[in-house]
Each structure stands twice: as structure tokens, then as C-alpha cells.
């Protein structure tokens, strides 16, 4: 294991491990290289810097990923993964509702969905879903 | 004038009042009411609530301005806002560099434009736009 | 109930009803205020004004949630809403088709699916929905 | 000339002429049958159908163009194209800025911008652009 | 049936036939002119003309569909396709983890999904799902 | 210089050399690492990879970002790209035109002009244009 996947897991622990361990079960039988690849350069080359905190990139990840509106299970997992680094509900639900200004009123109530349903999953009271998918 | 547009021009006025003023003389002579209307929404009912302080809020703008793609100035004017509440020119770059991760190497690239653009405008070495477009 | 909030709900009354209320019951245990804040907007402050009547206006957010192809739930809920305004299926299903030309076939076809969910919503034979999401 | 062509040009007469011989003088060059081919498309199977007039499909197109933000030459062009159907100004800039409620603020100033240069195209007090691009 | 129709027709029939009969059995009902529309112009206009390959053609339309990110359907359908004009399934695995570059790790790794779904709909594993939608 | 940047500055050299050194130049001043992380990434991790050729993985590129519609900078360099790794002005026009299907008129349209820039630019008959932005 190189250098670069190291600090990777090591940064994505402190994230959502769980998260990044479906998406290896979930795409290694078809592509075998692709969760190293994407975790080396995710979190091996950008989220480790130490020019930003983890909080930040929380927040400016969850604003993001609210705003392009057509990732919703990257969504949830940076829900989940800003809880872990320190962010209250209180204020990850401030950023979905200001993303309202910025892409729209139907980008942000998606994201509350996704908000509702990220914490329900931290609460242990999510429906169950079929695995990453 | 209402209390929300109070709030929000006392709000725009801590991030980037010259860009309020300027978005106000762009389409004052076809939307009159427009700037009224946006910036009470924006600065007036969302940016203003405490749950979240400004820098936070200019690290979400300028994430999903920048993974957007699609609203260059609105990106240039939330950078000079950002430096305005503190961020750091680094802080703001690795921010920018973060959203390769989620929006792709190009998003990225052409907001390190938009960066060295508005930190242009802040140095005053920049090359004079036509107001606001 | 401030006056805007007011004339937002009288707004929504004549578009989709149900839909507004679905909104509040699915974010108002995460957001409180968000219902409140977005609707004031929406209804309150752009859809009522006399400028464009509701059937126009139908008319432009069919279009362009179809044309975006991120925001199923609203779309489905707007083609309610243009049928409460008076306008057509073959109306409304013409200006899904029309986007095919500005925005894709991907996008005019998926937009043709949440006409066929959306009438059957109004014909009572949907198939049964968690709230909201 | 096929049917559907001659459908197409006698359709975009009544809309925007000068905008479509624009696009056959910048792509003729490169891409010979281009202009015929996507006008047939957009203009002679599907803007010309009886189902919904030009200026309920101007607004269609307008609301459109404007939420997905990417595409401001033709923005413009069917900016000068409602007015060629009978849409009032004020009209064309109620269609953008209910965009903001839908595609976010950004997104809507971004059109009124363009509201602003067509009109100024329209009044003939714009300031000369190269052809199409 | 004219002739476009029916050069799209013998197109589709090397692509995925069976995905094209779901579309015009999906939408019949509501826009019974629609599938005839699209697909003349899809496969009768551009994906027969001979300047490009149709393998060439479908790492196209993968890669820009993968890219888009809101269009799961399609991009499934058209990676079935891949399949049948050619393309292997590492080929495709690397045409959409390429994309990753470009649009960001979500967009590829949400690819890699309906990568999955549409190799196990091709293997006779897949789950059942309900008509198009 | 570490080994995966050795590979992509290889790879890049038989796409589009002169392209990723105005990004070196553009971004140098403002985010040093930049362009040796966003260059590893995409030419030493993927598109060095063996599993596609150049020529197949240009045309993904192009159809993306034609598609995607918000990165001409990036579209008009791996235009010039295609031609260097062996694709005909032709078939690049073809992947364009194809992109009028999956993402509309007007990104297709774009596109085209895209390419007549980038043609113009390869001939030595392009208007001068400041680096890179």
C-alpha cells in the first residue's frame, strides 16, 4: 500500500469509513482499482492538507454536493461525514437551507430529504437500503 | 424600507457592498424591484441567521459556486466577500481546489480563474470590466 | 403570520396544496423555519405578483425543472399544479417535449415519466409514495 | 429543400431570423449540414406543432434557458425572440426572475444580464459582438 | 412510416432495441407522437450518419452521460448498448472512471452503479424493475 | 518529481502540452501544487491507463464537456487534443453534433463553436486571446 492510499484511509476514517468501505464492495467486482484510485486523490492528495480544516471541507462539501443536486448518495455520506468532524445538525441543515440563494429552492428541500435521511441512519432509524445503491 | 432589506443590505454591507451596489445599477432600469426582492431573500432572511457566522457561510458560497460552474461573477464577487470575513487567500484556493474532487478538474480550474481574477480586483491591478457583466 | 407568508399560502392554495403541506410535514422536524422562509419567497414574493398569470408561470417551472432533470419530486408536483391552473395534459406534455430540443432527449423523456406519475397522482392510481421523498 | 425544413425556416421567421442565419454563417464552414438538421429538429418537428403557441413555448424556452445558465447566446436570441411572438418585456423579466425561486439567484441575475443586452440588440444601442460567438 | 423513422429503427435495432420498445410502450399513453419524434431524430438523424462508428458513438454518448449525472436511466440503457456494438465491459469501466477527471468522483463512481445495474440486467441477475421508470 | 507526474507529463505531451502549460503558468502564482496534483491525477492515474487508447478517451472528453456545456477553456484544448492523438476535424465535429441528442441545441451548438475556435487556433488563424482565461 503506497503512501498516498495510507493517509487516504486515515483521513476518510476520521470521515466515514463505513461510506468508503460500500463503495469498495460495491464497485471492486467491476473495477478493481477504482476505490484506490479515487480515495488517493479524495483524500490522499486534497482532504488531508493541512490548509483547511476537516470542518470546512465538510461544509464546503455538503454546500457543493447540495447545489449540483444529482448526487444524493455522496450527499448522505457527507452528511453522516460532517457529524463526524464536528458539524451540528443545526448548522449542516444552515448551509442546505442557504444553497436555497445560490441553486435554487427544489436543490435545497432536496437536501433536507437527504438530511432527514443521513441522520436518520446515524439514529439507527434509516429504512434499510440495498448496499451504496 | 422593511426590516428584511434593512438586515440584508447591513448584512451585504460586512461581504461585498460594492458587488450589491453594483448587481443594483445593472438591472435597476429593466427589474426595479429585483435587487430588493433578491438581496431581502438572500442577505435579509438567510445569510443574516446566526445559526451560522459569515466565513462558514462565504466557504459554503464559494464551494458551490465554483462545483456550479455556471455563475463566474457571482463566484469573483463571493471570493472578494470571502476575504472580506476573513478567509485567507490560501484558505479560498484550497477550497477551490477541493471541488476537483466533486465536480471535476475543470470546475476547479476555471474557479482558480475566477480567484486570480478577484484577488486582482482586490489588489487593484486588475484589467477594468464593464459594470457588473 | 406575516403578511407575505399569508399571501404565499394563498398562492399555493391555487397551485398544489397538498404538495406545500407534504414539504412542511417531511423538513419541519429538521427545519422549522424552512417551510416558512422558502414558501414567503416562492409564493409570497415572485408567483403572486400580477406581472405573469399562474398558467404562464406553470408554464416556465415545468420547463425548466424538466430542462434541469434534477428535481423530480418538484416536477411532479408542478405538473399538478399547471393542471390546477388551467392547463391541459397535451399542454403539458407538449412543453416536455419541447425541452428535448434545449435541454436533451434524456432530459424531455425523463420529464415525460413524472408527467405519467403526476396524472396518475391526479387520476388516484399512483402507486403509493412515501411522503414526500 | 425537405418539408420539415421549409416548416422550420417559415417558423423561425416569426421568431428569430436574423439569430438563425447567425448560426448557418458561424457553423457552415465546419459543419455543413448542422443548421439544417437541428432546425428541422427544433423548429420543424417540434416548435411548429399546434399543440401550444409561440408564446407559451417562449416562455418555456426562456424559463429554460435561463435555469440551466450555460447557454447565453441562445438566452439572448430567445430573449429577442418572445418579443418577436408578443411578449412584453416586463413579462420576459418576470419568466427570469421567478428563476431564482427555481434555479437559484445567480442563475437569474445572470439573465437579467442578458435581458439587458437583448433589449439593448432589440434598441440597437448594443455594442457590436462578433458573429454568434 | 417515412424513411428516417425507419433508418432509426434499424439503428436502434444494433444498439438496444429492447430499451427503445420500453420507451415507446412507457409513453404511448401521454405523447403518442414523442417516440416517433425522438427518435428520428436520434437515430434517424445523428447516430446513423456514417462520419462516425457506432462503437465511437457509444463511448460518446457513456461518457456524456456519465458526465451529466442525472439521466441513470439512459446511461444504463446506452451501456447495454455499448455492449452490443462492441464495447467491453473494461472498456466502458474506463470511459466512465475517465470521467471522474472531469466531472468529479460522485459522477463516475454513481456511473460505475448503473455500470453495475446494467451489467447484471445483461447477465439475467438483474433485479426487476418497473416499466422505464 | 515523483513517478505519476513523470507519466502524466508523458501522456500530455501527445495530447495537448502547450495547453497544460498555460495552466502552470495561469495558476503557478496563486496555487503552487495545483497543477502537479490535478496533472497526476488525470493524465498519471487515468488517462495513461492502458485499458483505452487516447484517440477513444478524446472523444469521451469532448463529448463530456460538450455536454456539461460549462468548461469551453477545457473543451477547446482537448479539441485540439482529438487532433493530436489522430481524430479527423470531421469526426470531431461528428461527437459534437451527436451532443445536440443527450444535451440539447444549444450545447451542441456551443460546442461547434468550441471547435472553430480551436480549429482557427491550430491554423494559426485565431484572434489572440490573454493566457488561458
Redesign the interface.
Known amino acids: 500500500m503506497d503512501d498516498r492510499y495510507k493517509i487516504a484511509l486515515e483521513t476518510v476514517a476520521k470521515i466515514n469509513e463505513a461510506g468508503s468501505k460500500r463503495?469498495e464492495d460495491?464497485?471492486g467486482?467491476?473495477?478493481p482499482d477504482?476505490h484506490r484510485?479515487?480515495m488517493?486523490?479524495?483524500y490522499g492528495?486534497?482532504?488531508s492538507?493541512p490548509?483547511?480544516d476537516l470542518k470546512?471541507?465538510e461544509?464546503?462539501?455538503?454546500?457543493?454536493?447540495?447545489?449540483?443536486?444529482?448526487?444524493r448518495?455522496?450527499l448522505e455520506a457527507h452528511i453522516v461525514g460532517g457529524l463526524s468532524v464536528g458539524l451540528t445538525?443545526?448548522?449542516i441543515?444552515?448551509?442546505?437551507?442557504?444553497?436555497?440563494?445560490?441553486?435554487?429552492?427544489?436543490?435545497?428541500?432536496?437536501g433536507?430529504?437527504a438530511?432527514?435521511?443521513a441522520?436518520a441512519t446515524v439514529d439507527g432509524t434509516a429504512k434499510k437500503k440495498p448496499a451504496?445503491?
Chains 1, 2, 3, 4, 5, 6 share one sequence.
Not at 461544509?59 to 448526487?71: H, K, P, R, S, V
Not at 441543515?93 to 432536496?110: D, F, R
Request: net charge negative.
Open positions: 463503495i460495491a464497485v467486482a467491476i473495477a477504482f484510485l479515487i488517493s486523490f479524495a492528495d486534497i482532504n492538507r490548509a483547511l470546512s471541507r461544509i464546503a462539501t455538503i454546500a457543493a454536493l447540495t447545489a449540483m443536486a444529482n448526487a448518495p455522496q445538525r443545526e448548522e441543515v444552515e448551509i442546505i437551507m442557504q444553497m436555497a440563494v445560490y441553486a435554487g429552492v427544489p436543490a435545497s428541500l432536496n433536507m430529504m438530511a432527514r435521511a441522520f451504496q445503491d
